[in-house]
C-alpha cells in the first residue's frame, strides 16, 4: 500500500511538471503559429505592397529582406499573442471580441513598422516618398483594421468545435491560475511522499525519477512533435517554411532534468553516507 501511494503521488508530479512546462512555453509556440497561418498574410504584405506603390524604385530584394523583418519582428509577434489571447477568451467566455482593442494594437503595429521600413530603405526613399508612406500606412491602418476585424469574425463563426476546444484548452494552459495550480500540486505531492516514506530522504528518488522521465519527455520528445508540426504546416498548409520556437519549451525542461538528476543524486548520497555511518557505528561497538 505505501509503495502503491508513493507510485500514484509521483505519477501525479510526472504529470503536473509535464503540464506546467506546457504552460510556461504554450504562448510563444502558438502565438508564431498563429503568425504564420493567418497575420503576415493580411499585415506585412499590405505594408510591402504600400511601399511598392509609393517607391517603385525599391527592388524585389528589398521588398523581401523587409517583410522577413517584419514577419520576425517582435511587434508582430506581440499583435499575435494579442490577437490569439483575444480570440481563446472570446470563445472560452462566450463573449464578443474587443475589436477596440484590436484595433489600437494594430495601429501600434503599424506605427513601430513605419520605423522599421524607412530605416530598412533609409538609402533608397527619399524625404518626400519617406514622409507619403507614414501618410499612407496610417491612412491604411483603420482600413486594415476592418479587415483584420472581418477575418477575425467570420473565423469564429465558422470554428469548427475541434478548434474551439483547441482554443479552450489554450485559453485555460496560458494562465497564471494554471501554473499555480499545478505547482501547488508539485509541492502537496511532494509532501505526502514526505509522510508516506517517513523519511527526510527517501522522498527524493521518486520525485527525482518522475521529474527526470517528464524533463526527458518535454526536452526531446515535444521538441520532436513540434518539428513534425512545422513540417506539416510548410508542406502541406503553407507552402513555405515555418519555425515554431520552443526555446521556452526547451529551458524548463532543461530545468526540471537537471533539478531532478540532482535529487537523484542526493538521495544516493545521503544513503551512502547513513551507511558508513551504520558501518562505522557497528565497528566500535565490536
Not at 503576415?40 to 528589398?62: G, H, K, L, W, Y
Not at 519582428?73 to 462566450?94: G, H, M, P, R, V
Not at 508539485?186 to 527526470?212: E, N, Q
Request: net charge negative.
Amino acid at each position: 500500500m505505501k509503495k502503491l501511494g508513493i507510485f500514484l503521488l509521483s505519477l501525479v508530479i510526472f504529470c503536473s511538471s509535464i503540464v506546467l512546462c506546457v504552460s510556461f512555453s504554450i504562448q510563444e509556440i502558438t502565438s508564431r503559429v498563429v503568425t504564420n497561418v493567418v497575420l503576415d498574410q493580411i499585415n506585412v504584405r499590405e505594408i510591402t505592397n504600400i511601399v511598392q506603390d509609393i517607391a517603385p524604385e525599391v527592388s524585389d530584394e528589398q521588398l523581401t529582406i523587409l517583410e522577413e523583418k517584419i514577419i520576425q519582428s517582435e511587434e508582430l509577434n506581440d499583435l499575435s499573442t494579442s490577437y490569439l489571447n483575444e480570440f481563446a477568451n472570446s470563445i472560452q467566455q462566450n463573449k464578443e471580441l474587443d475589436q477596440e482593442k484590436l484595433k489600437e494594437q494594430l495601429g501600434t503595429f503599424f506605427d513601430n513598422n513605419i520605423d522599421t521600413v524607412t530605416k530598412e530603405l533609409n538609402t533608397t526613399l527619399t524625404p518626400e516618398e519617406e514622409q507619403k508612406l507614414r501618410d499612407t500606412i496610417t491612412s491604411h491602418s483603420e482600413e486594415l483594421s476592418q479587415k483584420v476585424e472581418q477575418v477575425i469574425t467570420e473565423k469564429t463563426v465558422s470554428l469548427p468545435k475541434e478548434q474551439q476546444t483547441m482554443l479552450n484548452l489554450y485559453a485555460s494552459m496560458n494562465t497564471l491560475g494554471m501554473k499555480l495550480a499545478m505547482g501547488i500540486v508539485i509541492v502537496l505531492s511532494i509532501i505526502f511522499i514526505m509522510v508516506i516514506s517517513k523519511s527526510f530522504y527517501h522522498w527524493l528518488r521518486p520525485v527525482g525519477i518522475a521529474g527526470t522521465l517528464a524533463g526527458t519527455i518535454v526536452l526531446f520528445l515535444f521538441p520532436m512533435f513540434i518539428q513534425l508540426i512545422e513540417e506539416i504546416l510548410s508542406t502541406d498548409l503553407l507552402g513555405k517554411n515555418v519555425a515554431i520556437p520552443v526555446q521556452t519549451l526547451k529551458l524548463s525542461g532543461t530545468i526540471l532534468l537537471i533539478t531532478s538528476i540532482v535529487m537523484i543524486a542526493l538521495y544516493y548520497i545521503i544513503k551512502l553516507f547513513q551507511k558508513k555511518n551504520i558501518t562505522t557505528r557497528n565497528s566500535q561497538q565490536i
